[in-house]
């Protein structure tokens, strides 16, 4: 699966922007995708992710109640709505695509290794 993040730019904090991850090359609905970050100098750290069905979602705790992740199989793409985004929201946004055809409501690793599949990072900056 090919996978391409974009919707990230400079944002105050408190500010909202939403991501998009658009996928082609494979039946999108065989996979779970996450969102991951990277900041400068640190490795990549989970974000979110949902399951193959969009029923099931999970979130990493800094994020929870402020960021939401949605998909759409029509489009092929998955969404990262982010609300009060802080400073250290700053950081490179990937998504990536774990491939999962027999479980829809697997709703994704937590660890990047675990992942089949990564686009390419969309830089979120917020401003304090």
């Known amino acids: 699966v090919q996978l391409q993040a974009s919707g990230g730019g400079l944002v105050q904090a408190g500010g909202s922007l939403r991501l998009s991850c658009a996928a082609s090359?494979?039946?999108?609905?065989?996979?779970?995708i996450g969102w991951f970050r990277q900041a400068p100098g640190k490795e990549h750290e989970f974000v979110a992710s949902i399951s193959s069905s969009g029923r099931n979602t999970f979130y990493e705790g800094s994020v929870k109640g402020r960021f939401t992740i949605s998909r759409d199989n029509a489009k092929n793409t998955v969404y990262l709505q982010m609300n009060s985004l802080k400073p250290e929201d700053t950081a490179v946004y990937y998504c990536?695509?774990?491939?999962?055809?027999?479980?829809?409501?697997?709703?994704?690793?937590?660890?990047?290794?675990?992942?089949?599949?990564w686009g390419q990072g969309t830089q979120v900056t917020v401003s304090s």
């Open positions: 990536a695509a774990d491939y999962a055809p027999t479980n829809a409501e697997y709703s994704g690793a937590y660890y990047s290794n675990m992942y089949d599949s």
């Open positions: 090359g494979v039946t999108f609905d065989r996979y779970a």
